[in-house]
């Protein structure tokens, strides 16, 4: 949940709950009585007989959602509590939009000591901090997930749905039900029906494969079978976000190969494809599909890891200072004559900083080079930094 944000009133609560009875079974986040996106009643204008979801598009013609890249957990990561430091530089712009999605690229098992690269665990703590930061929306297919194998998975779900149950967040890409094909999720949020699927290509460790959404989509047969899916399930929501996780590491473009791919998930109905997994960020490009404007951020990087721990400053390796860099991607939705449409993407560089008591933490890559707490080699070394991602690949 946003910190600070009230929720929807007992009448939008009733209508989502019977919109539910139709669409594939998601957890519904716990709001607050009394929601009103834009602070006007949203209640009064459904009085005059208008639907929930008419009466927010006449105050709100914009949604405003954020992507973020991978939340990794190096052991210069989970040693250093409380987790709460690693996010609290860019708590404030996480918890001032509509929804923030991230991915976690971890098992979640409590009965297995945490541990680092190349097996990754964590325990709860750990993702209720980026929960509490105010990332709302997760995705859990990624090549790590499978890294403590099948019966440390199921956990993981069973932790997740424990997290969920309490506090009120939403995660894709991993489920119990073997059977099931890429079951989406479904958001309701002011007035809208958000669609979300996360998906991956491929996994570290095939033992438990069968609980994950993994999709190699360089198989013709699996790749036309998916995009047909997409077409059909895209038309039952105002906007759909798929999650990919794959591609080539540290690699700073997309390969063609991925490119042709992505493209066409847009026209199966895409509106926003956002890709993790190569740990550096690539570029982002909007394109207009049938009218409306629509996203692919190819890479978003890393959040938060420990690959630039014993980064020198003065001497940076180039192949492991990319691996620092990442960016809020704050996107603006707009309701258009058709339908909903990507019409902003604002990215907010960040950066990975060792802090010298906290460890590993997030903050604008800019306040980085001036703030008044930080060393004059990393100040340098960030404002290098800042004006060769705002030259590449975040260059609007």
């Not at 991956?200 to 993994?214: H, Q």
């Not at 939705?333 to 990507?342: K, N, P, T, W």
């Amino acid at each position: 949940m946003k910190t600070g944000r009230t929720g929807l009133t007992f009448l939008v609560l009733f209508t989502l709950l019977l919109s539910q009875c139709t669409r594939p079974s998601s957890p519904v986040l716990s709001i607050d009585p009394g929601y009103s996106p834009a602070g006007v009643s949203l209640s009064a204008l459904m009085e005059t007989g208008i639907s929930e979801k008419e009466a927010y598009q006449r105050e709100n013609l914009v949604l405003r959602f954020s992507f973020l890249g991978d939340i990794m957990a190096h052991d210069v990561n989970f040693s250093r509590p409380p987790y709460s430091r690693i996010y609290e530089g860019i708590e404030e712009v996480l918890q001032n939009d509509d929804l923030t999605f991230g991915n976690l690229e971890f098992p979640v098992d409590p009965d297995k000591p945490m541990s680092n690269y190349p097996a990754f665990n964590v325990h709860p703590a750990y993702v209720e901090a980026a929960l509490e930061a105010g990332i709302e929306v997760f995705s859990m297919a990624n090549n790590h997930i499978t890294d403590q194998g099948a019966g440390s998975l199921l956990k993981t779900i069973g932790q997740l749905e424990s997290i969920q149950n309490e506090k009120g967040f939403y995660f894709s890409g991993i489920s119990e039900d073997p059977e099931l094909y890429f079951q989406p999720l479904t958001i309701p949020w002011g007035g809208y029906t958000i669609g979300f699927l996360a998906v991956t290509e491929f996994l570290n460790s095939y033992t438990g494969k069968e609980y994950v959404y993994l999709l190699n989509y360089r198989v013709e047969e699996t790749r036309t079978r998916f995009l047909k899916y997409l077409e059909t399930i895209s038309e039952n929501y105002d906007i759909f976000v798929l999650s990919f996780h794959g591609g080539t590491e540290y690699a700073g473009e997309p390969s063609e190969e991925k490119k042709a791919f992505f493209y066409d998930v847009l026209l199966s109905g895409v509106d926003i494809l956002w890709a993790h997994h190569p740990h550096v960020l690539q570029p982002y490009k909007l394109y207009t599909v049938q009218g409306a404007q629509k996203l692919i951020i190819y890479s978003a990087g890393n959040l938060i890891s420990g690959q630039t721990w014993r980064l020198d400053p003065e001497n940076p390796d180039p192949a492991r200072m990319h691996t620092g860099d990442s960016a809020v991607f704050r996107v603006t939705l707009e309701l258009g004559d058709s339908g909903v449409a990507v019409v902003e993407v604002n990215p907010l560089p960040v950066s990975n900083y060792r802090h010298p008591e906290y460890g590993m933490i997030i903050r604008p890559t800019e306040e980085l080079s001036i703030g008044e707490d930080i060393p004059e080699i990393w100040k340098s070394y960030y404002k290098e930094r800042l004006e060769e991602l705002e030259a590449g690949v975040l260059k609007k």
